[in-house]
């Protein structure tokens, strides 16, 4: 088994993460996050932010289908049609955790951080952004075959980017 290694956070990450936080606790935002790929780094770094904690409400960290169901709602048909790494679970994702939780915004990621099967793009990563009382955004981004660690660093990025973006 081998051990865990944390991702270093770059300047420019975690001052977008401060900047984030900062706005979001302004405006008394509740933040969510429904994590595939990224596996709860995301909620990791939404709570490491010392005097922040009250923006942040709490984290889904769905790694296979079953959790994706039973978590945050998604539809298995949905799962067996559009397959994990799509627009549409991404959605769904976010707006189940919005759903199922007090945020007022809600943030998924749902791809392939690493090797994928022989006809799945590594380094494709869906993202989609809830706003309670709006509507929902997505993204996808083609990160390439870079390495899991810049794929789920890269994916940090776009993640808060999106949530500074659905804020008012």
């Not at 490491?48 to 048909?77: C, N, W």
């Not at 991404?90 to 006809?119: N, Y």
Request: hydrophobic fraction near 40%.
């Amino acid at each position: 088994m081998t051990e865990a290694v944390l991702l270093p956070q770059p300047d420019d990450l975690q001052t977008l993460l401060e900047e984030t936080l900062s706005r979001a606790c302004d405006q008394s935002l509740l933040l969510a996050t429904a994590e595939s790929c990224t596996g709860g780094l995301l909620a990791s770094m939404l709570t490491d932010v010392e005097g922040a904690s009250h923006a942040f409400d709490r984290g889904f960290v769905t790694y296979t289908q079953s959790a994706k169901i039973d978590m945050l709602g998604v539809p298995e048909d949905l799962l067996a049609n559009k397959g994990s790494v799509s627009m549409e679970v991404a959605v769904a994702m976010a707006e189940g955790a919005l759903q199922r939780s007090k945020a007022d915004i809600a943030l998924s990621t749902t791809g392939f951080a690493g090797p994928a099967g022989p006809d799945d793009e590594t380094g494709l990563v869906w993202f989609a952004c809830a706003r309670r009382g709006g509507e929902t955004r997505h993204k996808v981004m083609h990160y390439g075959d870079i390495g899991r660690d810049p794929i789920r660093t890269a994916c940090l990025r776009t993640a808060l980017i999106m949530i500074r973006e659905t804020m008012p």
